[in-house]
């Protein structure tokens, strides 16, 4: 009887002290939505041995050139010269390797080399809709397959919400307006971007216009706020 009756006692305190003891609380952390994409390009420059330069969203927005090939004609190794006798269709050498044949140049990861290797036709790539411009100066055929013996240059897009209305005016009677909508609409992101363009020229018979319109529709998993 003794026996029990201090099992029953032990049994007691030991429900008091778990009843005693507080539920410990958890601290439930909500980390932000993180997106991974895969990149061709590495973000550390010293990482690898070739050349590498970005050209950012700021830097473009900042520049007085009017095309995305006179904003490469800028960065050192480029060299932009006319053999059309259009100055809407430039050719681009990068250390002496010309952009339709032996630089692959890619938009959002589409191939935009034609394939007669022919030259590329910049004036169709609006400059308002870059995010940034990642440039390799050196071979990787490993990475974008052929005709990446001389370089590559990656141009990618931004997704934000924007609405933009610019107008440009320059020498030789150059004018560019440009219209631009981007927004989420649920999962699916959406922008149209128009713009026109005309110049006189410096030269006879160098007056030109032109007028783009581009579209991009992308799915999102998250809706981007």
């Known amino acids: 009887m003794k026996k029990i009756c201090i099992i029953a006692v032990y049994l007691l305190l030991l429900a008091s002290s778990i009843k005693a003891k507080k539920t410990p609380t958890l601290n439930i952390i909500t980390l932000p939505l993180t997106t ?3 990149k061709r390009l590495p973000d550390n420059n010293n ?3 070739s050349a590498v330069s ?6 473009i927005e900042n520049t007085p050139q009017k095309t995305i090939a006179d904003i490469l004609e800028t960065e050192a190794g480029f060299i932009k ?3 059309t006798g259009s100055r809407l269709d430039p050719t681009l050498s990068l250390r002496g390797f010309n952009t339709g044949k032996d630089i692959v140049v890619v938009l959002d ?3 935009l080399n034609e ?3 022919s030259d590329l036709y910049w004036q169709y790539i609006p400059e308002k809709n870059i995010e940034r411009i990642e440039i390799l100066k050196s071979a990787d055929s490993s990475v974008f397959g052929s005709g990446a013996f001389g370089g590559v240059i990656n141009i990618i897009t931004d997704k934000k919400k ?3 209305l610019d107008c440009q005016v320059g020498n030789y009677g150059y004018t560019k307006k440009t219209l631009k909508i981007a927004n989420y609409l649920n999962n699916f992101y959406y922008s149209l971007l128009l713009n026109q363009a005309q110049e006189k020229g410096y030269r006879n018979k160098s007056d030109y216009t032109k007028a783009n319109l581009a579209t991009k529709v992308s799915y999102h998993e998250n ?3």
């Open 109 to 111: 990861g589409i191939k």
């Open 36 to 38: 991974v994409t895969a």
């Open 81 to 83: 010269y006319d053999m």
């Open 54 to 59: 970005i050209i950012t969203k700021k830097e």
């Open 223 to 225: 809706n981007h706020i």
């Open 47 to 49: 990482l690898k041995s």
């Open 162 to 164: 924007e609405s933009l």
């Open 115 to 117: 394939p007669d290797e």
